[in-house]
């Protein structure tokens, strides 16, 4: 119904944000992503996301359409609501938790806060095939991750390491530490393990 909400912030806090638009005031759920990026702005572009419940009418608000996409893919897994998938989306950034689904990260998922093992399973059967078919998102952390693992790989191969043991420290380095590290930091979490 709303496709965005346009105008002067009047409240912000990182659970929601008030909207001043021409004098109607729309209050937003957002999640701690939006929230980094409009915290220091006077007024903003939400794209939205309405939630009609038999108790209550519900506006969620995103800074990007990437995030607005994933927190739509989310709530239609069976058992994630609204609140979840901003939760979710509040401990992940969308790149890092498209990217944990695409490499099947069960323990990236698990950290997050009321998602435990059989749901972050369920996350990763039920929105893996999605991720992958959605232009754009399947993209958005494999490249890098894919470029930084093997730069990784290839600078520990050529310093001497064996690549069976390299490649299983660099995959329990990137399950540990998020998928977007820079390729040097890689290197020096992998010295401090080989």
Do not use: W
Not at 86 to 107: C, F, H, K, W
Not at 165 to 184: F, N, Q, S, W, Y
């Amino acid at each position: 119904m709303f496709a965005y909400i346009e105008g002067t912030l009047t409240t912000r806090n990182p659970a929601y944000v008030v909207v001043d638009c021409q004098g109607v005031g729309y209050m937003i759920h957002i999640s701690l992503n939006t929230f980094t990026q409009i915290k220091d702005l006077t007024s903003a572009r939400l794209l939205t996301h309405l939630l009609v419940r038999e108790d209550a009418q519900l506006l969620y608000g995103f800074y990007t359409e990437e995030e607005r996409r994933v927190f739509r893919l989310l709530i239609a897994v069976s058992g994630i609501g609204a609140n979840t998938a901003r939760m979710i989306l509040s401990s992940l950034s969308p790149a890092d938790l498209v990217q944990a689904i695409v490499t099947g990260n069960e323990p990236v998922l698990k950290k997050i806060k009321g998602i435990g093992a059989k749901t972050a399973q369920r996350l990763i059967v039920e929105l893996k095939d999605k991720v992958a078919k959605t232009q754009g998102l399947s993209d958005l952390g494999s490249a890098s991750y894919n470029t930084n693992r093997e730069e990784a790989l290839s600078a520990l191969v050529i310093l001497g390491f064996a690549r069976p043991a390299v490649e299983k420290a660099l995959d329990g380095l990137l399950r540990e530490h998020g998928m977007t590290i820079p390729v040097e930091q890689i290197i020096r979490l992998a010295l401090k393990v080989l």
